[in-house]
């Protein structure tokens, strides 16, 4: 079984550019989640999907950032335009899903944000 | 999300001791879970709790869930090389603590 599959690995960008994400999550998990990983702290919630709907979006910055599930399979996390503090681990994860109870979650290797 | 507060933050560790870090929160958690991340790695799921008192163990890992459902432990026997990494808790929503960085002293 294929797992959580991200790219890219690694972005470098300047600041104020626009850059994007994506994230194909193992296949039939429902729940879709991207985090921010600072370095040294823990994984930070950004957006949790249930199939193609954002049923968690408390702590994204819906300001500079967005994200999309369309079809409720793979994801697209954007951020417009970035800033030096948006470098760090933008990592995504899903799990068999459902509301209420949690279940596993499977993480993806994360892409790596560099802004400069 | 549910807050989940870890101590300590860092644990550095003789090789063969044992040690216990904890996962507490201000509200009842209806289940924790806990990972690891080793050094540049992702988090790895460990194990899921989700009754009071509950008590699992993984070979030298043991995790436990509070009778109030505030708060977890996990506690590492014979402390090995291989523990090195980072152990977070998660309640539910899937809302990570900060961690516990392990370090071991050969």
């Known amino acids: 079984e294929a797992g959580v599959v991200q790219s890219p690995r690694y972005k470098i960008i300047e600041k104020k550019q626009p850059v994007a994400f994506w994230c194909n999550p193992i296949?039939?998990?429902?729940?879709l989640y991207w985090y921010r990983q600072n370095l040294g702290q823990g994984p930070e919630l950004l957006i949790r999907?249930?199939?193609?709907?954002?049923?968690?979006d408390s702590q994204l910055p819906k300001d500079r950032f967005s994200a999309e599930r369309l079809k409720g399979v793979d994801s697209t996390l954007k951020i417009q335009p970035a800033e030096l503090g948006d470098s760090a681990v933008y990592l995504c994860?899903?799990?068999?899903?459902?509301?209420?109870?949690?279940?596993?979650?499977?993480f993806g290797q994360g892409t790596r944000l560099t802004v400069v | 999300g549910q807050q989940v507060m870890q101590i300590p933050q860092y644990q550095h560790v003789q090789e063969g001791e044992d040690f216990t870090t904890y996962c507490n929160s201000s509200?009842?958690?209806?289940?924790i879970q806990w990972y690891k991340q080793r050094p540049g790695g992702h988090p790895v799921f460990l194990i899921q709790l989700v009754k009071s008192g509950e008590v699992k163990k993984q070979k030298r890992l043991t995790f436990q869930f509070g009778e109030a459902k505030k708060n977890s432990s996990l506690h590492i026997t014979a402390t090995q090389t291989t523990d090195v990494g980072t152990y977070f808790c998660?309640?539910?929503?899937?809302?990570f603590g900060a961690g516990t960085t392990v370090t071991v002293r050969a």
């Open positions: 296949s039939g998990h429902n729940t």
């Open positions: 509200t009842t958690l209806s289940n």
């Open positions: 999907y249930e199939n193609e709907e954002a049923v968690d």
């Open positions: 998660a309640g539910p929503r899937l809302s």
């Open positions: 994860a899903s799990s068999r899903g459902g509301t209420g109870m949690n279940t596993e979650a499977f």
